[in-house]
């Protein structure tokens, strides 16, 4: 199994920039694909981005699409979501989470692990 924190949400204007992290603990962070999920107020839970084991695929949701960059940093058992020309509609509750599925494609139900989250609130 393995334990994942997010850290780095805040508050944020409207075209800013913001990086959160999600640190691993337990089992080697490179046996697991890891993916970037997000919730707001009064919606379900959606993805974001995912990034391959060894970094070397990944995959975006079209709303983040030219916006965002995930990677990973498996010597320091990190994965990154850089968050760049925010808007308003961004704002949520942001999920690390950890897949055991050799090729992941942005579903909820691929992922075995889940951290607890980290806010993300851009204004406008």
């Known amino acids: 199994q393995v334990q994942l924190v997010e850290s780095g949400g805040g508050l944020v204007q409207a075209g800013g920039s913001l990086r959160v992290s999600c640190t691993a603990s337990?089992?080697?962070?490179?046996?697991?694909?890891m993916g970037w999920f997000r919730q707001a107020p009064g919606k379900e839970r959606e993805f974001v981005a995912e990034i391959s084991r060894s970094g070397a695929s990944t995959n975006y949701a079209d709303s983040v699409k030219g916006r965002f960059t995930i990677s990973r940093d498996n010597a320091k058992n990190s994965g990154y979501l850089q968050m760049n020309s925010l808007k308003p509609e961004d704002t949520a509750v942001y999920y690390c989470?950890?897949?055991?599925?050799?090729?992941?494609?942005?579903?909820?139900?691929?992922?075995?692990?889940w951290g607890q989250g980290t806010q993300v609130t851009v204004s406008s």
């Open positions: 337990g089992r080697t962070f490179s046996s697991y694909a």
């Open positions: 989470a950890a897949s055991r599925f050799p090729w992941t494609t942005g579903k909820s139900e691929q992922y075995d692990y």
